[in-house]
């Protein structure tokens, strides 16, 4: 007695080709920006993937996502502004905890971060954040305002049910960018969502269109 | 050898006997679980929004599907109290005597809501309003909390195994 729905290529429906490069080139912009932070902080080279885009229904999220019971560390932002959405950044727990002693220039070994590794991560998310939305805003010529971040070590699935839930109370459809990133010479690698609801979708966009067509 | 069926998020499943029923990453989601302990017939639900409101379609996507049928019916925590009786008395069980125990709605980031407008909570109240109203009893409830869980239900005796992993 599944309740499951016939398999459908809607995907293509929601976006046209154009739009998702303009999206993905959008968020490129953004996540190069912070990935440029994040080697400046840690002093090494960071190498990042090209965005990958997800438009369907939320209850099609987690296994774009991943394994649902694995443990891993999150960082959450708030989008506020002209474009709300979140900033999620995501760490396999060994990548958390090596940022985290890279970060704060710590020798010792913990596989549960305490707060000063969480206080570090927070600021990383934030720096990241910071760095990518200052370009997104620029690039769109909008006012994008970034919150405090948050940071949750548990299962993937719970950690980001509350995060589709808060967009699944204004939309049926999440849109998420993916970009996947990596620390050379470290063993750090972490991905990057961009999570917007279909309103700011349209309203980037839109924005895009203006500044291309100029 | 009991079988093991996995539920995602937004689906709800009614089985009998000699089986589990299993769902991991239990977040702010609820997940309501119903059973007829005589005829062993039950269902379990993973839920990821209070209920279904007005308005809440896209602005953007147009598809007449969509706005026709806009999810499935366990989405939402109260739709899946009812499709989950209606399944089960499918099945042979009697609404008379089910027993509900509920399970979830975590609260895993603080800067999406605290307290009242946290939607774990939410959830959790949205389920229980509804099987309240149709005057089943809640045997049990693991719910609240920061932590994300896993939940399997034995069919075969009802009892309903809730894990962390941190």
Redesign the interface.
Known sequence: MVIKKKKNKKQEKYLTDFEKDQLIEVVNIGAGNASTALSQMVNKTVIIRVPELFVDKIEKVPKFLGKQEEIMTGVLLKILGDAPGMMFLMFPTDSAGQLARLLTGRKKETHILDTLSRSALQEAGNILAGTSMNALSRFLDMNIIQSVPETATDMLGSVINSVLAEIGKSSDIVLILKVDFRVEGEKISGKLFFIFDPRSTSKILETAKKKISK | MSKIINI????????HNDTKLRT??????VIVILYDPEKKVG?MSHS??PSR?EG??????H?AE?IRN??????YADESVD?LIK?IQRNGGRKERLIAKLVGG????????DGKTN??RQ?VESAKQRIISLGIPIEGEDTGG?????VEFNLENGLVDVMT??
């Open positions: 995602n998020m937004g689906e709800a499943i009614v089985a991991g990453g239990v977040g702010s989601c269902g990821v929004l409101r809440n379609k896209s602005v953007f996507f598809s969509e806009p999810g499935g019916m366990a989405k499709y399944e975590a609260m895993t980031f603080k800067i999406l809501g939607i774990g959830n920061t932590v994300g869980r896993i992993k941190i």
